[in-house]
């Protein structure tokens, strides 16, 4: 009976800390794996979904890119369907999205990015050919680039005159605005720039497939900086700058070094999927966007410390497409296109969502992890107690006597 009552005692002592931190425990996974979403709404307390979806006359479409100069102009290049046989198409609005015209279209459909300088310039990558427009997209010039055998995997210009494309471990140059390219002989790398970005008519970088490379002389030479490449980059500033690829994350803060960072997912351990990053963009060294598969649009308003599921209509999350670019021209405006003809809108780019996990090094797992650790030795403390309480004892009595139990010391 006094053994009893000692587990009891014990019992008793032991389960409310243990309930406690079991409990907050159990409701710091479930939010942050969003079974139990908290949802925070930026200053602009938007409402309803954080993006729209538009109206597209391309519902197979794959498009790739998108580049907007201003809250209404803007252009879309993809193909008219996921099959390498379909069309090239470019769209092109004037009305912030809420129509779109075709404004040219070609058989030999690979094309990767659009880049943009104002509303009357833009330029495409296509199949062994640079696309260009002088005025706004009325018309579309072609310009062959030598060489470039197997398709180009990118185009970028710092002006009117000067820029880059690339195709199979070839970079070419032009200064006539793509009327006619050169390949660069300082490129020996066996790589194929997939993105690049020019800070000055000298500073320049492109990631690959298999690095990450640096000109400090207008691509005439090159350096390799980092040994892992990607689909996408964007510079905060000209030493801070972030990098995805399907799979990983990097973010460099010196101009030099690149550290490879956990991607932000649902939980740190388990991913029923891979997260299949496509492009990233900042807008300043606080506010920037990650898009892909597995997290449609995440966002980060704090220079990466802390990210976000943005909500998307729901037959975006239905239908699972991959989002393959996002456009921002300020903090809250911003498009983004992808697979299965989506093309979404946002006027609330700085609303924020479900919180992601950061990894192992995340504070919140962190504190999981701590509030676990508590309970363990909350446990073992309390049993050591008990193992050293001494049992009370009973005094004789008869068959038929009743005692009562003895007082807990």
């Not at 994350?249 to 490879?260: D, F, P, R, V, Y």
Request: net charge negative; charged share 20%; hydrophobic share 40%.
């Amino acid at each position: 009976m006094g053994r009893h009552l000692n587990d009891a005692y014990v019992r008793r002592e032991f389960r409310r800390p243990y309930l406690f931190f079991a409990l907050l425990c159990v409701a710091t996974v479930l939010i942050q794996t969003g079974i139990v979403p908290v949802v925070s709404l930026s200053a602009s307390q938007a409402s309803g979904t954080t993006w729209e979806l538009l109206e597209s006359n391309y519902p197979d479409a794959l498009f790739v890119d998108v580049a907007f100069v201003n809250s209404t102009h803007g252009w879309i290049v993809g193909q008219e369907s996921e099959s390498l046989s379909s069309d090239l198409v470019v769209l092109h609005t004037a009305d912030g999205g809420d129509s779109w015209q075709l404004q040219y279209r070609h058989s030999q459909g690979l094309v990767n990015t659009i880049d943009v300088i104002d509303e009357q310039t833009a330029w495409v990558d296509g199949n062994e050919r640079v696309l260009y427009t002088l005025d706004g997209g009325k018309t579309w010039n072609e310009s062959d680039v030598e060489g470039a055998v197997g398709g180009l995997s990118t185009v970028k210009f710092i002006n009117r005159t000067h820029g880059w494309t690339a195709n199979r471990y070839v970079l070419y140059r032009t200064t006539d605005g793509g009327q006619s390219w050169q390949p660069v002989p300082g490129w020996t790398f066996d790589d194929r720039p997939r993105d690049m970005v020019a800070l000055s008519p000298l500073d320049i970088w492109a990631c690959g497939y298999s690095g990450t490379y640096h000109s400090t002389d207008g691509g005439q030479t090159w350096a390799k900086m980092f040994n892992l490449g990607g689909w996408a980059m964007s510079f905060v500033s000209n030493t801070e700058a972030w990098l995805v690829d399907d799979d990983w994350l990097a973010h460099m803060t010196n101009g030099e070094n690149w550290t490879e960072l956990t991607v932000p997912g649902g939980i740190p351990w388990f991913r029923l999927m891979g997260p299949y990053l496509t492009d990233i963009q900042f807008v300043d060294e606080d506010h920037g966007w990650i898009v892909g598969i597995e997290t449609p649009v995440m966002y980060t308003p704090d220079g990466g410390a802390n990210w976000y599921r943005q909500s998307v209509p729901p037959i975006v999350d239905d239908t699972d497409p991959r989002i393959m670019a996002i456009d921002c021209i300020n903090v809250t405006h911003g498009w983004a296109v992808g697979s299965n003809g989506v093309i979404m809108r946002t006027t609330s780019a700085d609303s924020l969502g479900v919180r992601l996990w950061g990894g192992s090094a995340d504070p919140l797992f962190l504190s999981v992890i701590g509030a676990v650790a508590v309970v363990i030795v909350g446990g073992v403390f309390v049993i050591c107690r008990r193992r050293k309480r001494p049992v009370a004892s009973l005094p004789q009595k008869g068959p038929d006597e009743r005692t009562s139990p003895p007082a807990l010391a």
